[in-house]
Nanobody, 122 residues
Framework: QVEVAESGGGLVQAGGSLTLSCVLS????????VSWYRQPPKKGRELVAS???????NYTESVEGRFTISRDNAWKTVNLQMNNLKPEDTAVYYC????????????????WGQGTLVTVSS
């Protein structure tokens, strides 16, 4: 079973950059997708970026061209590079992983991290 943990949040001025890291621990038969979600203050959680097991990336329109999701070769870390940050990017950012269960390939498992806060000041 895979667990995920985020790090890298903090306070940054508008126009600045941050890199969030999601560390994956445990074992799985394979990884279907690792995604970054965010939840702004008093709003719902939204998908920010995804990286599929076969390497496809997807971004929400508001971050397209500013954020980049990437991973290391061993699927131990998935990063979210965030450039040209805006105050509206302020949110708690969560890492999510969907993996194929090693003991039963017919089942998938989901893992959420605790979140890391990103605050962008104007």
């Amino acid at each position: 079973q895979v667990e995920v943990a985020e790090s890298g949040g903090g306070l940054v001025q508008a126009g600045g950059s941050l890199t969030l890291s999601c560390v994956l621990s445990g074992t799985a038969a394979s990884i279907n997708v690792v995604s970054w979600y965010r939840q702004p203050p008093k709003k719902g959680r939204e998908l920010v970026a995804s990286l599929s097991g076969d390497g496809l990336t997807n971004y929400t329109e508001s971050v397209e061209g500013r954020f980049t999701i990437s991973r290391d070769n061993a699927w131990k870390t998935v990063n979210l590079q965030m450039n040209n940050l805006k105050p509206e990017d302020t949110a708690v950012y969560y890492c999510y992983a969907e993996t194929v269960y090693l003991a039963d390939l017919a089942h998938t498992l989901e893992a959420w991290g605790q979140g890391t806060l990103v605050t962008v000041s104007s």
